[in-house]
């Protein structure tokens, strides 16, 4: 049965103390990983899509790389405004995303 | 933003009582999904379409239908409301079936008491 785990459930930084969240998955064959963005009252804002392990990608002050077991989303120095719920997900074979339950970020000024 | 709109953005129903919500889309995309996201749970598939008329269940699909008449228009109907199906629903949309990012509207949240 295909998996997906997000850790932390939450997390508090200061602003400026980087650090990074984990999404673990077990999955029968991995089609792709996504990385969403979702402010409360909002849909979720698509980040990034990794497809192969080893693949990293940036945006701003996330970086968001993969292995065959899990991938990793660094936050660089974070500000307030990169406060929010990041969720991951993974496409199979299905046609289907399936998410994990998220880890919601807070940064402190 | 992508050209999702959702609507209504909140509705307070009867239990028993049927219950459409729509998601409209102006990027022609083929494919459509609905999900619904409960605390403790991840986002979570209803139905999606893949194309006009075509239709298929997702993992929590009972109690919900679903109809695509056109390509921007896919409906979801709860025939007869529980208090189980209070949840924020979403609709999704894809360019294709393959490795492509899926664009999400900002919700419907569906209290039914």
């Known amino acids: 049965e295909d998996q997906v785990t997000q850790s932390p459930e939450a997390l508090r930084l200061q602003e400026g103390e980087s650090s990074s969240l984990n999404c673990s998955y077990t999955?029968?064959?991995?089609?792709?990983l996504f990385w969403y963005r979702q402010d409360p009252g909002k849909g979720p804002e698509f980040l990034f899509t990794?497809?192969?392990a080893g693949e990293e990608k940036e945006k701003e002050r996330l970086k968001a790389t993969l292995t065959k077991k899990e991938s990793f989303l660094h936050i660089t120095a974070p500000k307030p405004e990169d406060s929010a719920t990041y969720l991951c997900?993974?496409?199979?074979?299905?046609?289907?995303?399936?998410f994990g339950t998220g880890t919601r970020l807070t940064v402190i000024p | 933003d992508a050209g999702i709109t959702q609507s209504p953005r909140h509705k307070v129903t009867e239990t028993g009582t049927p219950v459409t919500l729509r998601c409209h889309q102006t990027?022609?995309?083929?494919?459509m999904y609905w999900y619904r996201q409960d605390p403790g749970h991840g986002l979570r598939l209803i139905h999606y379409?893949?194309?006009?008329?075509?239709?298929d269940k997702g993992e929590v699909s009972d109690g919900y239908s679903v109809s695509r008449s056109k390509t921007e228009d896919f409906l979801l109907t709860l025939e007869s409301a529980t208090s189980s199906q209070t949840s924020v629903y979403f609709c999704?949309?894809?360019?294709?079936?393959?490795?492509?990012?899926?664009?999400f509207g900002q919700g419907t949240r569906l209290t039914v008491v």
């Open positions: 999704a949309i894809r360019r294709d079936r393959g490795n492509t990012e899926a664009f």
């Open positions: 999955v029968s064959g991995l089609r792709g």
């Open positions: 990794l497809y192969s």
């Open positions: 997900a993974v496409q199979t074979g299905a046609n289907n995303l399936f």
């Open positions: 990027e022609n995309h083929r494919y």
């Open positions: 379409s893949y194309g006009v008329k075509d239709t």
